[in-house]
């Protein structure tokens, strides 16, 4: 994993927290890093399809498959280790570190798809342009994502935390947009000068 990519994901995230570059927070990351790498748990499944599922038969999916040839859903984690890890941290360090594992996630999900087959597109998830986030239980379920013990909470979130799942159109590149999101108005990441998917 290219450290340079990493470390620029992972301050994409502190900027929410107002947290800025520094030598401290820099050998945080370094080390969260090793911590990360050498307890891989990268755990995924993933299926190709040709025709969209039933719950995919409707605005944003149809526009975001638009002149696709297929795709894949997908569902990862990295297991509880990541959330295991954090209760040893004091409060900075767990907040770094929180960072530092979603930016590993998304990485080891951007490695996946260059594996998979040239010509996929971002990941889109459930709750993105105004798609109704619960949908991911479609998805989990589809690929059986209990058998990599993930589960849907009540609240809507997955467990464990560290944990994606999402859909790869194939043989399209679908421009990433804010125009019909729900959330629009109410960013946080809009407000800071950020865009969801550009994390």
């Keep these: 994993m290219d450290y340079s990519v990493f470390k620029e994901r992972v301050y994409g995230y502190l900027s929410f927290a107002k947290i800025e570059e520094s030598d401290l927070t820099n050998r945080i990351i370094s080390e969260s890093l090793e911590k990360l790498s050498l307890s891989d748990s990268f755990r995924y ?14 605005e944003p999916y149809a526009s975001f498959l638009s002149g696709a040839n297929g795709y894949f859903l997908v569902v990862s984690t990295l297991g509880d280790g990541a959330e295991n890890h954090k209760e040893t941290l004091d409060d900075r360090s767990k907040l770094i570190f929180d960072a530092c594992a979603n930016a590993y996630l998304e990485l080891k999900n ?3 798809r260059e594996s998979l087959c040239d010509n996929l597109s971002y990941l889109f998830c459930p709750g993105y342009q105004g798609s109704d986030v619960s949908e991911i239980k479609y998805i989990l379920d589809e690929l059986k994502a209990y058998e990599l013990s993930i589960e849907l909470l009540p609240s809507g979130m997955m467990t464990p935390q560290k944990s994606m799942a999402g859909i790869y159109a194939k043989g399209a590149s ?4 804010c125009g019909n999101c729900l959330k629009i108005n109410d960013c946080a990441y809009r407000k800071a000068g950020k865009l969801c998917f550009h994390l």
């Excluded at 499944?45 to 995919?56: D, K």
């Excluded at 679908?174 to 947009?177: E, F, I």
């Design 45 to 58: 499944r993933c299926a190709e399809y040709a025709l969209p599922l039933e719950f995919m038969k409707k």
């Design 110 to 112: 951007e490695e996946l």
């Design 174 to 177: 679908p421009l990433k947009k």
